[in-house]
């Protein structure tokens, strides 16, 4: 005979530790349906979160971190509980997700870019070579139009 698990119970504030949530968000994930709605003491009728609860809330973080909207963090919750039935659904949630990060990343790319780019022209004005400072000074206004255009987008 085994005996038996010891379940863990935790607090919004030892779950918003645990989790990097704050509680607010806690609150209002579980208030629209992001997350289950959470366990309440039976004297106190506070939130009682558990492993399994914990659990959910990571992996909803993980998809909050990822930039993914409310909106669409809601569709994959319920889509989960579909289970396989779901999963063209989720691969194209997720998928519309990693093409807005791909997208995110160029953007990035493109600051990262310039930043260098006035970097070297700051250099070569400090070191007095106004041609190449010029040349700099170009690229910077080309790529400076690359991202007004991918602001666009």
């Known amino acids: 005979m085994s005996a038996p698990t010891t379940r863990h119970e ?36 506070h939130r009682v979160y558990d492993e399994d609860d914990l659990d959910q809330v990571m992996w909803v973080a993980c998809l909050a971190a990822t930039g993914m909207s409310v909106s669409d963090m809601k569709k994959y919750v319920a889509n989960g509980e579909l289970g396989p039935a779901a999963a063209r659904e989720q691969i194209e949630l997720l998928a519309a997700q990693q093409r807005r990060l791909a997208l995110e990343a160029e953007h990035i790319a493109l600051r990262q870019r310039y930043v260098a780019l006035k970097i070297d022209y700051w250099h070569a004005t400090d070191a007095g070579d106004a041609a190449r400072a010029e040349l700099l000074s170009g690229e910077a206004r080309k790529l400076a139009d690359d991202l007004k255009r991918a602001g666009r987008k």
């Open 10 to 45: 935790y607090t919004i504030k030892e779950a918003a530790a645990l989790t990097g949530l704050p509680a607010s968000t806690l609150r209002y994930y579980e208030s629209i349906g992001v997350i289950a709605p959470i366990g309440r003491g039976a004297s106190s009728k």
